[in-house]
């Protein structure tokens, strides 16, 4: 009886813990339109540095660079000091042209992304808080799990007075 009883609670409190979790890890679509908001002002950000960089690559690239770049450095052979750092500042300009392209293209995803959750927000904010009601519906709610996990708690306590109780008086009559 115990065990079962142990058992039961153990089952009610995991229930009520986690469907608490489960609410609280599902955003509304306002939260999510924000961050993706927010990434979209990161990406920018990433977008510009690396704009940036290309268009510093391109003028490090421009032969008159190139060899201001090596005028320091003696060589016996400055044409292949020059085509060696040529080689190496387009290695790292493609380099950048791809990162940049990859943040075009994440940036065409977080757009899409973005309109298709305002589009959801709108249609929420619209619908009002029956949308909420009708979802919740067809699972318990936290508070109502919270109060059987309360209930399971004050029906096993009451159990276990009793068995004390009776354990008292049992001893009690083999006494006398």
């Known amino acids: 009886m115990k065990s079962a009883m142990i058992i039961f609670l153990m089952m009610a ?3 009520c813990f986690s469907s608490t979790v489960y609410s609280q890890s ?8 924000q961050d993706l908001k927010l990434q979209l002002i990161e990406l920018d950000a990433k977008q510009e540095s690396a704009k940036l960089q290309v268009q510093q ?11 201001r770049s090596l005028a320091g450095v003696g060589s016996t ?3 292949e000091l ?24 994440k940036r065409t995803q977080l757009e899409s992304s973005l309109s298709a959750a305002e589009i959801q927000a709108y249609q929420q904010s619209a619908a ?15 508070r ?9 708690i004050l ?17 009690e009559r083999a006494l006398r």
Do not use: H, W, Y
């Open 13 to 15: 409190a995991t229930t």
């Open 82 to 105: 020059r085509e060696q750092r040529r080689r190496q500042l387009l290695i790292e300009k493609k380099t950048a042209d791809a990162q940049l392209e990859q943040l075009t293209l």
């Open 144 to 152: 109502l799990l919270f109060a059987l996990g309360l209930l399971a």
């Open 26 to 33: 599902k955003q509304s679509a306002l939260e999510t339109v």
């Open 128 to 142: 009002g808080p029956e949308i909420e009601n009708s979802l919740r519906a067809g699972f318990f709610s936290p």
């Open 77 to 79: 052979k400055p044409e």
């Open 57 to 67: 690559l391109e003028d490090a690239l421009k032969p008159e660079n190139i060899e």
């Open 155 to 171: 029906i096993i306590a009451v159990v276990v007075c009793v068995s004390v109780l009776l354990r008292m008086n049992a001893e």
